[in-house]
């Protein structure tokens, strides 16, 4: 059985200031407790070292899987999927004019966002959520203080 090492435990959640790595989605918002996610999967020989791990929401976590790529749906190349310790959030994502939905600006954004017209990660599944969480959800990005280059 796995045992995560409690020592990266507090670093990636000061790292992440408790929100998914993904979908920027603050843990508090939520009623799920958000798990540490090994970035390349240790079923594709990922280790469990700092720079492997990020801070990730059940649902980003679930629907990643083992997965590191995935087809860019507007090259139909197959594009890296988002590593939230080395890739900065804002240079492959960003926010529509309403703030609601995320969008993908590079073939690693559209690859993490979008996969053959169905959601990869599913960052913009948001059900039944009120808009006044989706607006919760948009403001913790601008308050999100983690940096790959601060890692």
């Known amino acids: 059985m796995f ?68 087809p860019d749906p507007a090259t139909q190349k197959e594009a890296l999927l988002f590593h939230p310790q080395r890739d900065l959030w804002t240079d ?13 600006l590079t073939p690693t954004g559209r690859a993490t966002v979008y996969q053959e017209e169905a959601v990869l990660l599913r960052l913009n599944l948001i059900g039944s959520m009120p808009r006044v969480c989706i607006l919760c959800r948009r403001e913790g990005l601008v308050s999100f203080r983690y940096s790959a280059a601060s890692v």
Not at 93 to 103: C, G, L, N, R, Y
Request: hydrophobic share 40%.
């Open 92 to 104: 492959h994502f960003v926010w529509t004019e309403d703030a609601t939905e995320i969008t993908g």
């Open 3 to 70: 045992t995560f090492p409690s020592i990266f435990s507090a670093q990636l959640r000061d790292g992440f200031a408790n929100c998914c790595a993904y979908c920027r989605t603050a843990e508090d918002l939520t009623v799920a407790i958000f798990e540490f996610e090994h970035i390349i999967p240790r079923s594709a020989g990922g280790k469990t070292v700092f720079k492997n791990l990020c801070l990730a929401c059940p649902t980003c976590n679930r629907f990643k899987a083992d997965r590191t790529a995935a």
